[in-house]
């Protein structure tokens, strides 16, 4: 299995552009999630779905963020419009519904710089 | 709300010597928590986890510690290596909703 697959790994644009990351979370796996990893705050959980299903978007920071999983096997996480403390780097996990706990298998991840 | 704190930003470690980790956390209603290890330009890895009704587990080199009462989570890395510097991330989770700390850098001296 090819992992939690990531594009692009790397985006620069600039303030007011949209900005699209997709996410291919691994083959079987029915809950996928995404982070963002700062300096000041560490890793972010910003939305997770559920087979397929939004579950809790708490913490997607605005209304200029979205995310959609239209199937299985894709997600993307949205920013319009991008602003440059939206800078960061984005993380997309991966994990199979398990009693107990759950080891999420996360994405190489993609460095978004916002000029 | 940081639910999940590592208070520790950095550690520096000399080769063969014990390494140690330290997280807590605030929600009491956390089962399962999960060390992550995270070189740069990578994704973080799984490296070990436990269970909320255990209070030790092992695994090679890497150990990890739960204390319920106190909410700390501790791992212990023994002899540390230089391959073992990187960011370790302590997670905490319940019904699938996963908290981060901030990450402690370890760097291992040879």
């Known amino acids: 299995d090819a992992g939690v697959i990531q594009s692009p790994r790397h985006e620069v644009t600039e303030m007011g552009q949209e900005v699209t990351l997709r996410c291919k979370p691994i083959?079987?796996?029915?809950?996928l999630f995404w982070y963002r990893q700062t300096m000041m705050r560490g890793l972010e959980l910003l939305i997770y779905?559920?087979?397929?299903?939004?579950?809790?978007d708490s913490g997607m920071p605005e209304d200029r963020f979205s995310a959609k999983m239209p199937n299985a096997s894709f997600s993307t996480l949205k920013i319009q419009p991008s602003e440059p403390r939206d800078s960061a780097v984005y993380f997309c996990?991966?994990?199979?519904?398990?009693?107990?706990?759950?080891?999420?298998?996360f994405g190489p991840g993609t460095r978004l710089t916002v000029l | 709300d940081q639910q999940v704190k590592q208070n520790s930003p950095s550690l520096s470690v000399q080769e063969g010597r014990i390494s140690i980790l330290n997280c807590d956390y605030t929600n009491s209603m956390f089962d399962y928590f999960l060390w992550y290890k995270k070189y740069p330009a990578e994704g973080p890895t799984f490296l070990i986890s436990?269970?909320?009704?255990?209070d030790k587990n092992e695994d090679g080199r890497f150990t990890v510690f739960l204390n319920k009462s106190a909410k700390h989570l501790s791992l212990h890395i023994v002899p540390s290596q230089p391959g073992d510097s990187a960011v370790y991330f302590c997670?905490?989770?319940?019904?699938?909703?996963?908290?981060f700390g901030a990450g402690t850098r370890l760097t291992v001296k040879p």
């Open positions: 996990a991966s994990s199979s519904d398990r009693k107990g706990g759950d080891t999420q298998y």
């Open positions: 779905f559920n087979n397929n299903v939004p579950i809790d």
């Open positions: 083959s079987g796996h029915n809950s």
């Open positions: 997670a905490a989770s319940v019904n699938n909703d996963m908290r």
């Open positions: 436990i269970s909320s009704i255990k």
